[in-house]
């Protein structure tokens, strides 16, 4: 059994106030917790409240593991760390998993963020025991298979799926279709139909998801002044489900522009456009606090 719990929604950067209450305001964090394992994707702001529950749950526990994966580490997928409180707790261990940059190790990026120029206390005085190991390929943690998968972002980034007991999670934030950005670059058909190409590997990776965390910053119309960024617009999103057959789809990532309305309304697009090509999908907005088990 998987159950999964969404600490923060959003991307780029925070954005709390009235007008996002619904889906909230904190950037990427999810957990998902396998059997006795806790997997956590992201360490956006909304890791520090995650932090804050697994510090009372497990106080009392001589030594707690969790396991955190970072799909990249833009701001807003890494900002929540410095104030994880279970990196500051002895009777803890962090395993650490996630992508090299092209030319400094994981390790090397996480320390840069808490130098003394940005943050009072540096990465070696934590007190946990933290763990980094940059992965490549499939691995297990407890009964759980781990396989991680490079998709279309401007820094090196992952997504992940967890497969257990049948059902299958995948965290797949940060992604572009290729068959955009490499037609932008080189305007021709030979890069479109590469692009096409890359983009059905990524389709492959998701088939048959019992939940697909999905980013969908952009409308159509937002996408197009936007291109090379990194970010799918919803129209893609639906399509890459739609041919991968998955199950469930949470729409994530939320641009800090769009407030609940705006969500509302890209959700109900998202759904309508299932609707039209007959599919079977159960498809959301990905909102703080929002529980969901596999079972």
Request: aromatic letters at 12%; one cysteine or more; hydrophobic letters at 40%.
């Amino acid at each position: 059994m998987m159950n999964i719990r969404f600490w923060g929604t959003r991307g780029s950067i925070p954005s709390p106030g009235k007008s996002t209450v619904k889906y909230g305001g904190n950037t990427s964090c999810v957990e998902v917790r396998v059997n006795k394992q806790i997997l956590i994707f992201d360490a956006g702001t909304g890791i520090r409240d995650l932090g804050n529950q697994l510090m009372k749950e497990f106080a009392s526990q001589p030594l707690m593991t969790v396991h955190l994966f970072i799909s990249h580490t833009h701001w807003d997928h890494i900002q929540g760390f410095p104030f994880f409180m279970p990196a500051y707790a002895k009777n803890f261990q962090v395993n650490v998993y996630g992508p090299p940059a092209r030319d400094k190790s994981l390790k090397d990026l996480l320390k840069f963020q808490m130098d003394a120029e940005y943050f009072p206390v540096p990465l070696g005085d934590l007190n946990a025991q933290i763990v980094m190991q940059e992965v490549r390929e499939p691995f297990w943690i407890g009964d759980a298979q781990i396989t991680p998968f490079y998709i279309n972002h401007p820094a090196m980034t992952l997504a992940y799926k967890v497969s257990e007991g049948g059902k299958t999670f995948i965290y797949a934030s940060d992604n572009e279709p290729y068959r955009y950005t490499l037609h932008a670059a080189r305007k021709d058909q030979l890069a479109s139909q590469y692009g096409a190409e890359l983009d059905q590997k990524f389709i492959d990776f998701l088939t048959g998801a019992d939940l697909l965390v999905s980013e969908a910053q952009y409308t159509l119309d937002e996408y197009r002044s936007k291109i090379g960024w990194g970010h799918s617009p919803i129209e893609s999103v639906v399509e890459f489900a739609i041919k991968a057959n998955v199950k469930q789809l949470a729409l994530f990532h939320h641009d800090p522009a769009h407030d609940d309305t705006t969500i509302d309304a890209m959700v109900k697009h998202a759904q309508k456009l299932l609707q039209v090509q007959k599919s079977t999908i159960q498809c959301f907005g990905a909102a703080e606090g929002m529980e969901i088990k596999l079972a």
